[in-house]
C-alpha cells in the first residue's frame, strides 16, 4: 500500500514465506521483503483478522494504520523511518477529490486484540551492499509493539495542547513536529515478543514456555498447527469496534467499512462469529490444528 492508502482495508488473508531465502543475494537497489508494506499514507489503514507469518509482517512507514485480531509471527520495521519530509495527498473521506497535504508524523497507530509470537530469531537482520561490502543495513526482527516506546499516549499528546490559550507557535513546535499518539490494548506477547511500554490490558508470556506455530500443506490444503491457546487460557479482552478506534488524524476520516458504515469485529478469519468471550488473534475459538 504506497502513498494514498486511505480507506484501504487488509482483511482475512494468510501470509507466509514472504523472506529472501538465505542463499540469495542482496542485490544493489533491492528492498527488504517482508508480509505487508504500508508507505506514506495518512489512514486510515486497516488490517484485521489476518494470519503474519513471515519474518518481517509490516514495513511501517507510514502513520494512521489499525491492527485489529491479528496473529502476528513477524517483526514491525521502518518504524519512524523511510518517509523524510515528504508531503503526500490525503483526500475528502471516501472520495478521490484531495483534501490536503502533509509530511508524516508517525504514530496514530492502533493495536487492538493481536497475537504477537517470536517465531523466527530475534537478533537485528544485517545485510550487506554488493558494492560496497562496508555497507550495512539493520533491520529490526524482535516482534512485538516495543518498537513504539517512545510514543505518546493520546493523552501525553493532547496535554501538550493549552486550547483556553491563544497558540504561541513557536513553543509548540517540537509538538507539531512530534510523534502522533499510540493505542494499544488487549494484545498478547508469547515466545519473547515485547509489548510497549503503556500496554493496556495486555498478556505476556515468558520466553520459556515453548510457542509452536507451524504452517503445514497436506493433500492441497493449509494447516496451522499451534499450542498458543494453551498459553492464552481464560484470557480475553473486549469487541472492538469503529467507535474505538476512532478517526485518523490527518483526513479526520473513521475506521469504517468502504461504504462509510461502522465495524463491529465481530467476525474472525473464517466469518464466524465472536462471542461474549473475545480471544486475541483471528479465530474465534481455539484449536490446535486449524485447517485454513
Not at 84 to 98: A, D, G, L, N, S
Not at 182 to 201: C, R, T
Amino acid at each position: 500500500c504506497d502513498w494514498e492508502a486511505q480507506g484501504t482495508r487488509i482483511t482475512q488473508n494468510l501470509l507466509h514465506d514472504n523472506q529472501r531465502p538465505p542463499y540469495a543475494k542482496n542485490l544493489p537497489g533491492s528492498m527488504m521483503s517482508q508480509d505487508l508494506f504500508v508507505e506514506v499514507s495518512h489512514g486510515p489503514t486497516l488490517i484485521d483478522n489476518n494470519i503474519l507469518l513471515s519474518d518481517v509482517s509490516l514495513r511501517f512507514a507510514t502513520q494512521g494504520v489499525a491492527l485489529v485480531h491479528n496473529l502476528i509471527c513477524g517483526a514491525f520495521t521502518s518504524v519512524g523511518d523511510g518517509t523524510h519530509w515528504r508531503y503526500t495527498p490525503y483526500h475528502i473521506p471516501h472520495r478521490t477529490e484531495v483534501m490536503g497535504f502533509m509530511t508524516i508524523l508517525h504514530g496514530d497507530n492502533r493495536f487492538y486484540n493481536n497475537v504477537f509470537v517470536q517465531k523466527w530469531p530475534s537478533e537485528d537482520y544485517v545485510t550487506y551492499n554488493d558494492q560496497d561490502p562496508q555497507e550495512a543495513i539493520s533491520e529490526n526482527r524482535l516482534v512485538g509493539t516495543h518498537v513504539f516506546d517512545e510514543y505518546p499516549t493520546y493523552d501525553e499528546w493532547i496535554s501538550q495542547f493549552d486550547f483556553t490559550q491563544r497558540p504561541n507557535m513557536m513553543a509548540l513546535e517540537d509538538a507539531h513536529f512530534g510523534h502522533l499518539p499510540i493505542w494499544s490494548e488487549g494484545n498478547v506477547y508469547l515466545n519473547g515478543a515485547k509489548p510497549w511500554k503503556k500496554e493496556v490490558n495486555g498478556l505476556s508470556v515468558d520466553s520459556e514456555h515453548e510457542i509452536k506455530v507451524e504452517l503445514v500443506e497436506k493433500d492441497g490444503h493449509y494447516y496451522l498447527n499451534t499450542n498458543i491457546f494453551d498459553h492464552l487460557k481464560d484470557f480475553s479482552s473486549r469487541m472492538v469496534n469503529t467507535e474505538i478506534l476512532g478517526k485518523a488524524f490527518e483526513p479526520e476520516q473513521y475506521f469504517e467499512d468502504v461504504d462509510g458504515t461502522p465495524i463491529r469485529f465481530d467476525s474472525d478469519y473464517f466469518g464466524n462469529h465472536r462471542g461474549v468471550h473475545v480471544i486475541p488473534g483471528p479465530f474465534a475459538s481455539p484449536s490446535d490444528s486449524i485447517k485454513l
